[in-house]
């Protein structure tokens, strides 16, 4: 198939986006795909629609290529209106299907999935609605709540609301502030005071005009994938220090992940079974990845939906597949084969 790896974009997780959109466009190669890396943003203005999937392709020089606009992508965005880069649309509109290794917001929140639908562009991953519910993590609460997938508890808090304490929200101390639509735990902060809080508030804010706070759960990490409706086998995540933010899911070293987690038959179908519903209904379709917490009673509660998970070989998706037997590559396939 002729495939293009879309990658890159705008979000606080290009430079993510970037690693896995490389290792992606190695392993569909290594299945024999006709595969090649375009940012989604900066494009490529000598890129040619008709000949791009011919011929050798230097993987290695598109990336260098790629990388090479991370300096100047605030500066790109104040300058244009046009959020594809050069070229994009027409080479995708060519392509059997495209790769979306994009993450977070101009990637993950539907917007490219609803113009890829009106231009006719096959994708990989969850369609416009299912994939704009599962980015607002406080829409994602709610249908939580009214469906039986247990959530902790919380309130979604608007930049222009007047502030008040944790305790007047109803959520007490200690607590989680997050950003309503923000990816790889990008402004996530754990209170445990007042003064924190307020300061939680202020930077989340900076980032977003809408937060989530919610009650702090105690215990152990965990993430289920859903691959075509399927769970995967449940991994546990346990950082080293403090939790799975930024640093600890991207530096080495500094979390252990244990797949299949050490958790007795009863609770790993249970949490299976909350990650497909969780699945069901936020819409989702192809694949997702259902974050969870269990506390020290053994309670579960979903905290989020990853509608385009990360997809090195040392991510979680790919770690659960691999105790499945399956390599990453042929993850890869089939994420393109079950988004047909």
Same mark, same amino acid.
């Given at each position: 198939?002729?495939?293009?790896?879309?990658?890159?974009?705008?979000?606080?997780?290009?430079?993510?986006?970037?690693?896995?959109?490389?290792?992606?466009?190695?392993?569909?190669?290594?299945?024999?795909?006709?595969?090649?890396?375009?940012?989604?943003?900066?494009?490529?203005?000598?890129?040619?629609?008709?000949?791009?999937?011919? /011929?050798?392709?230097?993987?290695?020089?598109? =990336? *260098?290529?790629?990388?090479? %606009?991370?300096?100047?992508? +605030?500066?790109?965005? $104040?300058?244009?209106?046009?959020?594809?880069?050069?070229?994009?649309?027409?080479?995708?509109?060519?392509?059997?299907?495209?790769?979306?290794?994009?993450?977070?917001?101009?990637?993950?929140?539907?917007?490219?999935?609803?113009?890829?639908?009106?231009?006719?562009?096959?994708?990989?991953?969850?369609?416009?609605?299912?994939?704009?519910?599962?980015?607002?993590?406080?829409?994602?609460?709610?249908?939580?709540?009214?469906?039986?997938?247990?959530?902790?508890?919380?309130?979604?808090?608007?930049?222009?609301?007047?502030?008040?304490?944790?305790?007047?929200?109803?959520?007490?101390?200690?607590?989680?502030?997050?950003?309503?639509?923000? /990816?790889?735990?990008?402004?996530?902060?754990? =209170? *445990?005071?007042?003064?924190? %809080?307020?300061?939680?508030? +202020?930077?989340?804010? $900076?980032?977003?005009?809408?937060?989530?706070?919610?009650?702090?759960?105690?215990?152990?990490?965990?993430?289920?994938?859903?691959?075509?409706?399927?769970?995967?086998?449940?991994?546990?995540?346990?950082?080293?220090?403090?939790?799975?933010?930024?640093?600890?899911?991207?530096?080495?070293?500094?979390?252990?992940?244990?797949?299949?987690?050490?958790?007795?038959?009863?609770?790993?179908?249970?949490?299976?079974?909350?990650?497909?519903?969780?699945?069901?209904?936020?819409?989702?379709?192809?694949?997702?990845?259902?974050?969870?917490?269990?506390?020290?009673?053994?309670?579960?509660?979903?905290?989020?939906?990853?509608?385009?998970?990360?997809?090195?070989?040392?991510?979680?998706?790919?770690? *659960?597949?691999?105790?499945?037997?399956?390599?990453?590559?042929?993850?890869?396939?089939?994420?393109?084969?079950?988004?047909?």
């Amino acid at each position: 198939m002729k495939i293009v790896v879309l990658a890159g974009g705008t979000s606080t997780e290009r430079d993510v986006s970037i690693v896995s959109g490389t290792k992606v466009c190695e392993a569909l190669r290594e299945k024999g795909h006709q595969a090649i890396l375009v940012d989604v943003f900066c494009g490529k203005e000598s890129l040619c629609a008709e000949q791009a999937f011919e /011929g050798a392709y230097d993987l290695s020089g598109d =990336v *260098e290529y790629i990388k090479g %606009f991370n300096g100047q992508i +605030e500066k790109m965005k $104040a300058e244009r209106k046009e959020f594809f880069g050069p070229k994009v649309l027409e080479v995708c509109q060519k392509a059997d299907m495209v790769f979306l290794a994009l993450h977070g917001m101009c990637g993950e929140d539907g917007r490219i999935q609803a113009a890829f639908d009106l231009l006719g562009i096959p994708y990989t991953g969850s369609g416009y609605l299912g994939s704009a519910l599962a980015m607002d993590k406080g829409i994602t609460k709610q249908l939580f709540r009214e469906n039986g997938v247990p959530t902790p508890e919380g309130v979604v808090l608007k930049k222009a609301e007047p502030r008040k304490t944790a305790e007047e929200y109803g959520v007490g101390l200690p607590c989680v502030v997050k950003t309503s639509c923000g /990816g790889s735990s990008v402004g996530v902060y754990i =209170v *445990e005071t007042e003064e924190a %809080f307020a300061k939680a508030l +202020e930077n989340g804010f $900076a980032y977003e005009e809408k937060l989530v706070v919610e009650k702090y759960v105690k215990g152990r990490e965990f993430s289920v994938g859903v691959v075509d409706g399927t769970a995967y086998p449940v991994i546990e995540i346990a950082p080293l220090v403090g939790f799975y933010d930024y640093k600890n899911k991207y530096e080495p070293g500094s979390t252990i992940e244990t797949c299949p987690a050490d958790l007795d038959e009863e609770l790993t179908k249970k949490m299976q079974g909350y990650a497909e519903e969780a699945y069901r209904v936020l819409r989702l379709e192809s694949y997702a990845r259902m974050d969870f917490m269990m506390d020290e009673e053994g309670n579960m509660y979903c905290l989020e939906a990853n509608t385009l998970p990360g997809m090195t070989p040392t991510s979680l998706l790919p770690q *659960e597949a691999a105790a499945l037997g399956m390599s990453f590559s042929d993850l890869c396939n089939k994420l393109v084969e079950v988004s047909c």
